[in-house]
């Protein structure tokens, strides 16, 4: 991309030009930022963090932000038209576990659908239980110990980090659950086709939300929202967020949010995973990288340092 004449800021766009490059694999991508050949990574290895944190700190940037790992599951079709087997899945998982080994404390649990303190709100609800309750709502469910539960397949998109959470919770559905849950891979364009059509049981995705506000993540369950796959929705939950949004007196929306998020935990079409940061690779010689929670920077703001342009 170019430096546009006529933008009315044009005075203050220092850098002439931006080279994207459409790089698939992140290794790749880490390496051309060891080579030279990237001033910026969108993401970086989850096996390489350690590293960076000790080798080479000040090009490594984790910012925590808002953005959150979740799990979809397909409402309209068997096993998970079942809340109890929804919930059971969502207990069995070890969140810690997940966010320490898969991620290297880049995430955070995510207890909810939505990150403390966003937009000012406070969540008072959040999943609690473990592995006993998530065996006796399986069994309630029909299928105890896991017996007689059908074939279910993991959807996710290819990447590293992705295949080593997806076999993290394949383990421990397994060890709880006594279920074995198949694993399928799919490129981002297939994989979202496969989402918006609906051919899927249960599918890893992440969702930033565009603003600092708790009412974007709320739709996720909307019915006949877009952002919504799981097929679920509530004349409830769409009522009380139609009310929220809304409302101007501050308390009165949150108490509609805590009304939302009672129903969502009860009834749980998604399963929250981690509260993911951004981890990338900067090259000390850009300027004007400033680290934010929505993740969001203006390219129009940064500069290179004298010599280090490509």
């Known amino acids: 991309v170019v430096r546009n004449p006529y933008y009315w800021d044009k005075d203050h766009i220092k850098l002439k030009a931006i080279r994207f490059y459409p790089i698939e694999s992140v290794d790749t991508e880490e390496k051309a930022f060891r080579s030279g050949q ?3 990574t969108s993401d970086l290895p989850a096996s390489k963090i350690d590293y960076y944190r ?26 998970f038209d079942d809340a109890r087997v929804r919930r ?4 069995a998982i070890d969140r810690e576990t997940l966010a320490a080994a898969i991620y290297h404390g880049t995430s955070t649990p ?3 659908i939505q990150r403390d303190g966003i937009g000012g709100f ?16 399986l069994a309630e469910a029909g299928y105890p110990g896991g017996t007689g539960f059908p074939k279910v397949e993991y959807l996710y998109t290819t990447s590293e980090k992705n295949l080593e959470a997806a076999q993290a919770l394949q383990e421990m559905w397994l060890k709880v659950l006594g279920v074995r849950v198949a694993l399928a891979n799919e490129e981002w364009r297939v994989f979202l086709d496969s989402m918006h059509g609906g051919n899927f049981q249960l599918a890893s995705i992440g969702f930033g939300p565009p603003a600092a506000e708790a009412s974007e993540n709320f739709q996720l369950l909307l019915s006949g929202s877009d ?3 799981t ?14 949004i809304h409302m101007q007196d501050t308390d009165a929306r949150f108490a509609c949010y805590q009304q939302m998020d009672a ?12 509260f993911r940061s951004s981890t990338r690779l900067v090259d000390p010689a850009v300027r004007g990288w400033i680290e934010n929670e929505l993740h969001v920077h203006d390219l129009s703001r940064l500069t290179l340092e004298s010599g280090k342009a490509p």
């Open 54 to 79: 000790r080798e080479n700190p000040r090009v490594l940037h984790i910012e925590p932000g808002f953005r959150i790992s979740i799990l979809e599951l397909n409402t309209k079709r068997p096993p």
């Open 263 to 274: 129903i969502f935990l009860r009834e749980m079409p998604l399963i929250p995973l981690s």
């Open 227 to 229: 952002l919504n796959f």
């Open 110 to 112: 995510a207890f909810g």
């Open 231 to 244: 097929g679920w929705g509530s004349p409830e939950f769409d009522a009380l967020y139609e009310k929220a």
């Open 88 to 91: 059971a899945f969502s207990l």
């Open 38 to 40: 990237l001033h910026v």
């Open 122 to 137: 406070h969540p008072s609800h959040h999943i609690t239980g473990g592995p006993e309750e998530a065996r006796k709502l």
